[in-house]
């Protein structure tokens, strides 16, 4: 069956739900993971947001960005003038990698190999979902998207990402991991700011 699951996994999809149907049916690459989480949104939108991984939230929901760096991305996203429902979400790499601590279940950063090894999946999603322009919420998306290293406070802003016309900004788990009040303030308008940028760049 994993020969079989290999095989299958390099033959193109024909269709976003060809795929999605291929991504839920194919076992986790890192350590954790339940289930695949797949995108969500419109098809040809102005934005297509990638994500790193989904969280503990979205693992026992089933959808990207449900869980609280979700939502503080929304709230970012709402004023910025972008609604949920108007742009593609979806991530990097498809599954929650975590180590188990008791009841908790912490997030682990994947691996470059294991970025790498969740790419083929994001590109041939983003090729049917045809985005004008995608945005690399931090720096494990902007590693999948070019295959490079890029350290997200020097490289915020446009940019071309591999194929595509894209945007880095901050991960919103970023955010919420920065200890000073200020610094966090700072970084949650940053991020407004260029999701806005990239919504006007979208246009
Ligand atoms: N963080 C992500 O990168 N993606 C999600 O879907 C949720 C949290």
Known sequence: PARAVAAMAHQAPASLAALN??????PAFVSGGTR???????LEPDLALVGEQPGDQEDVEGRPFVGPAGQ???TAMAEAGLAREAVYLTNAVKHFKFVQRGKRRLHQKPTGGEVKHYRWWLETELSFVRPRLVVALGGTAALALTGEALAVSRTRGPRRLGAHDGYVTFHPSYLLRLPDETARREAYA???ADLAAAKALAQ
Do not use: K
């Open 21 to 26: 149907t291929l991504i839920s049916a194919t």
């Open 72 to 74: 503080l991305l929304m």
């Open 190 to 192: 940053a991020l407004v």
């Open 36 to 42: 695949a989480v797949l995108g969500e949104g419109p």
